[in-house]
């Protein structure tokens, strides 16, 4: 599942949950005023996203107000879009990924000891 970056901006607002009413909700109209405050999009361009997040399901829309409801997590978009980094640019390798990433970054000896228990964790899968 690919998002623009556009439409992850208006999933951050969704999920910050500072726009949203007692049920978890905004009415379209509102969150394209919002839209429009906060990063001067036009209103067709606001309501294009929406559109886009509803039809890749990432949010939900209720009538008779066109009422709007995130369904699907920061952690859930997040994890499906570090699959298919995986497995479209690191061959499915995970081990690719953390060699391409470790080379690129310092880490700190803290961060190297997250990652040794992290990996400590982790159940051995046994292959036959």
Do not use: H
Request: charged letters at 30%; proline letters at 2%.
């Amino acid at each position: 599942m690919n998002f623009s970056e556009s439409e992850l901006t208006v999933l951050e607002l969704l999920w910050d949950g500072k726009c949203l009413d007692e049920n978890g909700e905004i009415m379209a109209s509102n969150l394209s005023k919002i839209l429009t405050e906060k990063y001067g999009w036009s209103k067709s361009s606001n309501y294009t996203f929406i559109s886009r997040l509803l039809e890749k399901g990432a949010i939900t829309r209720r009538y008779p107000k066109y009422t709007l409801k995130p369904v699907v997590t920061r952690e859930e978009i997040g994890t499906a879009q570090t699959e298919e980094v995986i497995n479209n640019v690191f061959n499915g390798s995970l081990i690719k990924l953390v060699s391409a990433f470790m080379t690129e970054k310092k880490v700190s000896k803290k961060e190297l000891e997250e990652m040794k228990d992290l990996i400590n964790s982790f159940e051995i899968e046994e292959k036959y």
